[in-house]
């Protein structure tokens, strides 16, 4: 590297505006360890996800939007258990000491830190092909979390904001994702401001924290959808040993969504793309108004896409009622 590691780190990483005060941080960056005081009434919930080039972002992606996606993406878990976020740490490898790619990652990642108020606390930095993990910390009282394990028969199904704009995104970037080639086909078709809007929907995905401390206590379960919403709530519904029905035509969609790709294919998108961070949850039919208020009034779509029923596996039905299969499966990374 042209500058050197410690040179890298204080630069970038350990400068004073990354060290923003947040209680509970006692010690930041700077010594052999972070150190972080947790309340006695608060659970701490640790989450990391790493991000790999060419697979989570092209090669030559803007550096700002992979520093925001890199903690988003990890803030989302933050909210999948409804946890406030404390701080995070950065492993990070790089080929090179670029000095320009590090003060706009630098620049993109003090912007979501601030935002969420998780000042960056340590890490780790080494010469390697480039990829960022992130291990994000955060507090929840124990009667508040959102486990994937509380879902009810009886239960409605929620997901906020749209779905499947993330999945389309990575078509537009050629970037593997379980959608086939009738994707491949119609991403030619769409216009530049669609496509803006894809690529904003995958790199800067609001991670739902507001809205999930809005459901807490309200959800019996919840998840965020990184893989599709059918192996997410699929995962919601192995661990509560139930089953789900859901209604296609009330799946929410972008209107870019809308009028770029049929409907088939956006609910493919939807239920198989992944990369929409937004959360699935479950809540009981008593409680059902007051999540709707809630998500309301913190301004976040959320809508009632069907119904936890007892049994297994996911049951998806048409405005007829009739029962549609897709023979497919969530995107897993070694498949
Ligand atoms: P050690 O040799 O004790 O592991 P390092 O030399 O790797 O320490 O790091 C020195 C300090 O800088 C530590 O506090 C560490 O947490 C921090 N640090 C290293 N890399 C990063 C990074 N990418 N982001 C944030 N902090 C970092
Ligand atoms: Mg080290």
Redesign the pocket.
């Known amino acids: 590297m042209t500058i050197s590691?410690?040179e890298?780190?204080?630069r970038?990483?350990?400068n004073s505006e990354?060290q923003f005060s947040r209680s509970g941080v006692e010690l930041?960056?700077?010594?052999?360890?972070?150190l972080l005081k947790i309340p006695a009434d608060r659970l701490l919930v640790m989450s990391m996800d790493v991000l790999v080039e060419s697979i989570h972002f092209p090669q030559q992606a803007d550096p700002r939007l992979i520093a925001q996606r890199s903690l988003a993406v990890n803030l989302s878990d933050m909210a999948a258990m409804a946890a406030e976020p404390l701080c995070f740490?950065?492993?990070?490898t790089l080929p090179e000491a670029n000095e320009k790619w590090l003060a706009e990652f630098s620049a993109g990642l003090l912007q979501m830190a601030r935002q969420h108020n998780c000042p960056?606390?340590?890490?780790?930095?080494s010469r390697g092909p480039l990829q960022i993990a992130i291990q994000v910390q955060g507090l929840v009282a124990s009667d508040k979390v959102l486990r994937r394990s509380g879902a009810r028969p009886g239960d409605s199904i929620y997901v906020s904001g749209h779905l499947g704009d993330g999945a389309i995104a990575l078509l537009c970037m050629n970037l593997p994702s379980a959608l086939g080639e009738e994707f491949a086909m119609e991403q030619q078709i769409l216009s530049e401001s669609d496509r803006s809007h894809f690529l904003a929907a995958y790199y800067q995905p609001e991670p739902r924290l507001e809205l999930a401390q809005a459901l807490a206590g309200l959800a019996t379960s919840g998840i965020d959808i990184s893989d599709g919403l059918a192996g997410d709530l699929g995962h919601i519904l192995k661990a509560s040993a139930v089953g789900a029905v859901l209604q296609l035509e009330k799946l929410p969609f972008s209107d870019a969504a809308m009028h770029s790709l049929s409907a088939s294919n956006r609910q493919l998108a939807a239920l198989f793309g992944g990369d929409d961070y937004e959360l699935c949850v479950t809540v009981p039919p008593a409680l059902s108004a007051q999540a709707e208020a809630a998500a309301s009034a913190v301004g976040v779509p959320f809508t009632r896409i069907g119904e936890i029923v007892e049994g297994s596996g996911i049951r998806c039905v048409n405005p007829q009622g009739k029962l549609q299969d897709f023979h497919r499966e969530a995107f897993q990374h070694f498949r």
């Open positions: 590691e410690f890298l780190i204080r970038y990483f350990a990354f930041g960056i700077g010594d052999d360890g972070a740490t950065l492993g990070l960056l606390v340590g890490g780790d930095t």
